[in-house]
C-alpha cells in the first residue's frame, strides 16, 4: 500500500525578541496569508491528509490548523508531538515510523533546519532549504510507516507559497 508524507513547513512567523521566547513565537500576517494559500492548494489539488501531527511550538500548530481548516478538517484531530520541536531528524523519522498503518496519508508540521534534512534523509533528493510555509510530498510505496528510513522515499512535489501565489 502507497504512503504519502506530507512535509510543511511552518510559514512565516514574527521575529524574536528578548520578551518573546523562541517556541511562543505567532504567524505574522505574511505567515497567515501563506499558510491560507497552502491550505487552499492543498485542497484544490486534493491533498487531504488522513493524520496531521504537528510541533507544538505556536507558528507550527498555527499553520497547521490554518491548513486544516482549509481542508475541512477537525483541528481537534490535531496530534502534537513535543519532539519534533527540537529533537532533530530523528524527531520527525520516530513521529513518522510510529503512525498507525491505518493512515496512508501523513502531514507532519515543522521547523528548519530538521524538516528539510529529514525530507533529505528519507527521499534521497536534494531540496536546498525548505521555505517558509512550503510542501514537500515524499511517497512510499510497499512501505509500512514503521519501515520509512533512509532513501526509501520518492519526492514526487515540492511547493512554495511564492509558487502557488504570489503572497508578498
Excluded at 30 to 55: Q, Y
Aim: net charge negative; charged share 25%; no cysteine.
Amino acid at each position: 500500500m502507497k504512503k504519502t508524507l506530507i512535509l510543511v513547513r511552518h510559514a512565516t512567523a514574527e521575529d524574536q525578541t528578548l520578551l518573546t521566547k523562541d517556541f511562543d513565537r505567532k504567524l505574522n500576517s505574511k505567515g497567515l496569508a501563506e499558510a491560507a494559500v497552502m491550505g487552499e492548494w492543498m485542497r484544490e489539488m486534493d491533498i487531504k491528509p488522513d493524520i496531521f501531527v504537528t510541533s507544538p511550538a505556536s507558528r507550527a500548530y498555527e499553520t497547521a490548523v490554518i491548513t486544516a481548516g482549509k481542508l475541512g478538517v477537525d483541528v481537534g484531530s490535531l496530534v502534537s508531538n513535543a519532539d519534533i520541536y527540537d529533537g532533530g531528524p530523528e524527531a520527525y523519522l520516530a513521529a513518522v515510523n510510529t503512525v498507525p498503518e491505518t493512515y496512508s496519508k501523513l502531514a507532519l508540521f515543522g521547523h528548519n533546519p530538521d524538516i528539510t534534512y529529514f525530507a533529505e534523509y528519507i527521499s534521497g533528493a536534494s531540496i536546498g532549504s525548505m521555505k517558509k510555509g512550503s510542501v514537500a510530498i515524499i511517497e512510499f510505496e510497499n512501505f509500512k510507516w514503521e519501515e520509512i528510513s533512509a532513501k526509501t522515499g520518492n519526492l514526487a512535489l515540492y511547493k512554495t507559497p511564492k509558487q502557488v501565489r504570489d503572497v508578498d
